[in-house]
């Protein structure tokens, strides 16, 4: 019986703002559902050439008042880059805080605007030590 | 600036119940680390020539209290399956509730041990609808 994953679902409260931080990560659109008689919107969002690994939002119209403010039972969202201080400094212009700077150079966490935990790994290996990231005190938890 | 989906994690209360879980799902862990300082496990799990989309499962030895007992939040991991029925009477058969049963031939939803929510969906057209999953109805809510 085979099984293929095919995406995390996260419900978000301001669908613009989420879509504007996947944005800043790097993700497009890919996919949409806008449904008017259930008042909802399902938008997929992933890297190029990444689409098989989408993640989906969902956006109730009329809000959704269910959603915790925090919640540490969903771990986080992970994604590989190529370059984590162009990343975190592209992130980090755009107003997003950087909670677990990549100070090893390998390794950095940022919430969405829901306050999901997104992890972000260095490809290969570590990059060098460098500054404003190595004295960079977390902000937070993630 | 590239960009390649790792993997979702999810902090888990007792590994065994959601370790096993998953495996009747038909994931097999592929990769794992214990670590004696942090006290802590990470193990990613997918299914067979699945491995690029994994689930990372975080299970702290000595319990985390943090855990809400739901998060809606959190929306859901999704996976495809090329026999919904088969699959369902699978989960069922070992004692896994059928939160939403496939009505439709075409979509289900169980919880993990944790109440995180995993939606199945079937490849391709939807089954014919049949029973006992036709006239099953809803338990709780996913």
Same mark, same amino acid.
């Given at each position: 019986?085979?099984?293929?994953?095919?995406?995390?679902?996260? %419900?978000?409260?301001?669908?613009?703002?989420?879509?504007?931080?996947?944005?800043?990560?790097?993700?497009?659109?890919?996919?949409? %559902?806008?449904?008017? +008689? +259930?008042?909802?919107?399902?938008?997929?969002?992933?890297?190029?050439?990444? #689409?098989?690994?989408?993640? #989906?939002?969902?956006?109730?119209?009329? +809000?959704?008042?269910?959603?915790?403010?925090?919640? %540490?039972?969903?771990?986080?969202?992970?994604?590989?880059?190529?370059?984590?201080?162009?990343?975190?400094?592209?992130?980090?212009? /755009? +107003?997003?805080?950087? /909670? %677990?700077?990549?100070?090893?150079? /390998?390794?950095?966490?940022?919430?969405?605007?829901?306050?999901?935990?997104? #992890?972000?790994?260095?490809?290969?290996?570590?990059?060098?030590?460098?500054?404003?990231?190595?004295?960079?005190?977390?902000?937070?938890?993630?």
């Amino acid at each position: 019986m085979s099984l293929k994953y095919l995406h995390t679902m996260l %419900r978000v409260q301001d669908l613009d703002k989420t879509m504007a931080f996947f944005n800043l990560l790097g993700l497009r659109e890919i996919r949409r %559902r806008d449904d008017d +008689g +259930g008042r909802f919107s399902l938008i997929f969002m992933a890297a190029e050439g990444d #689409e098989d690994c989408p993640v #989906e939002l969902t956006w109730n119209w009329d +809000g959704d008042t269910g959603l915790p403010s925090d919640s %540490r039972h969903f771990g986080h969202l992970a994604y590989r880059t190529d370059d984590i201080y162009a990343l975190c400094q592209h992130l980090m212009d /755009n +107003g997003v805080t950087i /909670n %677990r700077p990549p100070r090893d150079g /390998n390794m950095a966490f940022v919430r969405s605007p829901d306050n999901v935990s997104v #992890e972000l790994l260095q490809n290969g290996d570590a990059l060098p030590k460098a500054e404003p990231w190595a004295s960079m005190e977390n902000i937070g938890h993630w």
